[in-house]
């Protein structure tokens, strides 16, 4: 047996595994396990020699440092209730529109997205604070729910992004580079996600309600209220991209700012950074206990000869680089219906990346290629998280909205997503 069909057999061992529940790292270890097994005849060494050296050189990276300290800060962020700061500021500009509590929802969660990193969470945090003013005004559960689903891949659009972090990581580009690359299409997501609601209640006007309008005095006071929030934004992609901060330094000053804001502005005690740290102590775990798999699954992979093989048989199939992406964009949108966004990255870009650096598109050079497939690999993740029937947002706000049928919610997200679909191929 050839090391391509190898390499197939164990990709899609890996999936029927995703299909049955198994965790992803789980399945990942598995799988890179099989393809050194089957590459050396069943001998062990290779595999234990390996598995010997991988935990210590996947940690050891300076780089991932910043994964937990952005992880720290979406939690103080929560704990210390910096997201109903956002939202009743969105609120107080959009809640007197018709859609406005949606639409400030959705800017809520872009805000929560620039101190957070990632998308279940912010779906998850932005839903327990908005879900409730939704549906107090009248709002349809469809609207209510497609809403916060959709908002919350602002999550890992607007920097920091722990997936950007990872794809920095596994292709060598700067964290930097790729944060700045984000802000543009993170913003012009949001933009996006409002006008589609806008045209929902437009074509609906009881599905989203218009509020109460709030007096300049409250506008004042909810303003001041979030702008230390954007303060912490500033201070982290500005010292990242100014060159006087690099990420860790960066998001260190990010997690002690947020952390200090929770204490002052929203009363954080001893309880909330307990929960704090712990919650980002589990989150963190369940991330390397990815990495750990995906990169042994990598190395699985790279001894098959799979992803160099895939590679130049793309270069000299004569396909024209567009369809050739086209194919990669809907893969991502098909797994995004079953595992989560940093899994589609790790398990995706060891193939993926050379494929698209060994093609032309528009003339780039290969740095410029390298951040603009990150950046069109991430937007295109997002849909995937709210792309029925399994989107992964979908589950975490249908857990919240237990009153909302699952279909309800699934053609709410179908909404942004195909407006993301028609975006993306603008992008």
């Known amino acids: 047996m050839s090391g391509m069909t190898i390499g197939l057999l164990i990709f899609a061992g890996l999936l029927v595994l995703l299909a049955l529940r198994i965790h992803v790292g789980i399945g990942m270890l598995l799988g890179g396990s099989a393809g050194f097994l089957a590459m050396n005849g069943g001998d062990p060494s290779s595999l ?39 939202f009743k500021f969105a609120a107080a500009f959009m809640g007197h529109w018709r859609g406005g509590l949606a639409m400030a929802a959705t800017g809520a969660c872009a805000g929560f997205g620039a101190i957070c990193g990632s998308s279940l969470a912010t779906a ?17 559960g469809r609207l209510s729910t497609g809403t916060l689903a959709a908002a919350g891949t602002l999550g890992i659009m607007i920097p920091p992004s722990v997936p950007l972090v990872i794809y920095a990581v596994l292709t060598q580009e700067s964290i930097g580079k790729l944060f700045m690359a984000a802000v543009i299409p993170g913003l012009m997501a949001m933009t996006g996600y409002m006008l589609v609601i806008r045209i929902l209640v437009t074509l609906d006007p009881k599905a989203g ?50 952390g200090i804001l929770a204490i002052i502005s929203g009363g954080m005690r001893w309880k909330g950074i307990k929960e704090s740290l712990m919650g980002t102590a589990y989150a ?59 899994a589609m990255i790790l398990l995706t870009i060891p193939i993926f990346y050379p494929m698209v650096m060994g093609l032309d598109f528009f003339g780039m050079s290969v740095p410029d290629k390298s951040v603009w497939f990150g950046i069109l690999a991430l937007m295109v993740v997002e849909i995937g998280l709210v792309h029925p029937p399994v989107g992964m947002n979908l589950f975490i706000i249908q857990k919240l909205a237990k009153d909302v049928p699952y279909m309800e919610t699934a053609k709410g997200g179908d909404a942004f997503s195909g407006f993301g679909l028609h975006a993306h191929r603008l992008f």
């Not at 050189?57 to 997201?83: C, E, K, W």
């Not at 998850?124 to 349809?140: C, D, F, K, N």
């Not at 303003?223 to 010292?239: D, K, N, Y």
């Open 48 to 86: 234990l020699f390996t598995l010997n050296h991988l935990a210590y050189a996947r940690l050891s990276n300076y780089d991932l440092a910043v994964i937990p300290l952005f992880m720290l800060m979406g939690q103080f962020a929560t704990h210390g209730g910096l997201s109903k700061s956002l």
């Open 284 to 342: 963190t775990a369940m991330i390397f206990m990815v990495l750990l798999g995906a990169d042994l699954l990598n190395s699985g992979l790279a001894i098959t000869q799979l992803p160099t093989e895939l590679a130049e048989w793309v270069k000299t199939s004569g396909l024209p680089p567009m369809a050739v992406l086209i194919a990669i964009l809907l893969i991502y949108v098909l797994l995004g219906c079953v595992m989560d966004s940093l």
């Open 209 to 258: 309600p218009a509020g109460e309008k709030h007096s300049w005095t409250e506008r004042l006071t909810a303003t001041l209220a979030v702008l230390p929030v954007m303060g912490v934004f500033t201070v982290v992609i500005v010292g990242i991209y100014g060159g006087w901060a690099n990420p860790t330094e960066a998001a260190s000053i990010g997690a002690a700012a947020c």
């Open 124 to 140: 998850a945090t932005m839903a327990q604070v908005a879900l409730p003013e939704l549906r107090a005004h009248g709002y349809s």
